[in-house]
């Protein structure tokens, strides 16, 4: 349940060092943190909120509805909030310019309620400058394709006021690298997916400024040649971060296990990639003209097949999967959806290490020994 408090004390360990603590908050500041080291180690855990850099929409909100209102944006934030999530980029994928910049337009006016304000860190835009091949095209419309467009690009910045932080597209289409290179000098990440790239094309992304690998090993062909092709070069460059639905259907343990060990904690950013679906009860839902099944195990999917038609995945689920499947440590886990994204996007104020005297912006979740969320978590929300 997202909570925003003034005065407050939890007991805890902290992520940062395992430590037990009492943490005390007033007037919105961490005003002490008390060592308690001749007690249990507790269940509870003390984090920084979790940053979610690609989220399409929450408990029935769609981002990507061919009408979004600010009120839908409020409402999904609101609802992202109880899932321990308190920053994110919301995500508009391919569509017409027009229905993109009235998306955009939504959370700009969205935006101007200061709880919202500040839960939204930037905009997120995947596609439309992506490949328009069945397999890496994914489920975005291909009808929407197309090349990069600058001017049309520069209207969706103007109407978002410079929030878009970040633009996911396929490097191998024309006009791709000079459009990168627009983007990076305006402070822009540029993440490559949704690609039938090259290992050449690749590089000359990486070369112009490209940093970050947008959901690695989905978006692909069903079948890929052994070597090489997209999803080996992007593993192998150690300048990009790799993000990664770690949620059991997009990827399997193994691989998710494999990925991690390649790129490292250092540049592993774990997503939820959620659409409207996340948070609902399972049955059976209309989403994009398709009857789609949500699962009772959160797998979205085409009703009667096994495809898969987006992700219900929380990132505190995430984290959670993460440490099952990769068998790392909890703080290593959780650095993968807070500190990770925080320095892909020189969020300096989102990292380092919890400390007296920052605002009390914070995240508590309850943890058991089988290595399992035993609770809700809670979200501490200040400033």
């Not at 308690?36 to 990507?64: A, C, H, K, V």
């Amino acid at each position: 349940m997202g909570l925003w408090r003034k005065e407050l004390k939890i007991v805890g360990r902290l992520v940062d060092s395992a430590e037990n603590v009492e943490l005390e908050i007033k007037n919105g500041q961490i005003y002490s943190i008390v060592p308690q080291p001749n007690i249990e180690p507790s269940r509870t855990w003390i984090s920084r909120p979790l940053i979610d850099i690609q989220i399409n929409g929450f408990g029935g909100y769609d981002l990507n509805a061919e009408s979004t209102t600010a009120d839908d944006v409020s409402q999904m934030v609101q609802s992202v909030h109880e899932t321990g999530t308190g920053y994110l980029y919301p995500t508009i994928i391919t569509g017409s310019s027009q229905r993109i910049a009235q998306a955009i337009a939504a959370i700009h006016q969205a935006s101007q309620d200061r709880s919202i304000e500040r839960a939204i860190l930037g905009i997120h835009i995947e596609g439309p400058y992506i490949s328009s091949i069945e397999g890496p095209r994914g489920a975005h419309p291909k009808r929407h394709v197309r090349p990069p467009n600058w001017d049309e690009f520069r209207r969706w910045q103007d109407i978002a006021h410079g929030k878009i932080k970040i633009c996911t597209l396929a490097p191998e289409v024309e006009g791709a690298l000079p459009f990168i290179e627009k983007l990076v000098a305006s402070d822009v990440i540029v993440g490559i997916g949704h690609t039938n790239a090259t290992t050449e094309q690749i590089q000359n992304a990486i070369s112009v400024g490209a940093k970050l690998s947008t959901h690695l090993g989905n978006a692909a062909h069903a079948l890929i040649r052994r070597h090489p092709n997209y999803i080996w070069d992007q593993l192998a460059d150690d300048s990009l971060f790799a993000s990664l639905i770690v949620d059991g259907h997009h990827l399997p343990s193994n691989v998710v296990k494999s990925m991690i060990r390649v790129k490292g904690l250092r540049k592993t950013i774990l997503i939820s990639d959620a659409v409207h679906l996340a948070g609902m009860k399972p049955g059976r839902y209309k989403f994009t003209n398709h009857e789609v099944e949500l699962t009772t195990d959160k797998c979205v999917k085409l009703y009667g097949t096994n495809y898969l038609a987006g992700s219900a995945l929380t990132l505190i689920k995430g984290i959670e999967n993460t440490v099952r499947f990769c068998q790392i440590e909890l703080p290593q886990a959780v650095s993968l959806a807070t500190q990770m994204p925080a320095e892909l996007l020189s969020l300096k104020d989102k990292m380092g290490k919890i400390k007296v005297g920052q605002a009390a912006n914070l995240l508590t979740f309850e943890w058991d020994e089988l290595s399992q969320l035993i609770s809700e978590p809670k979200l501490y929300l200040t400033n």
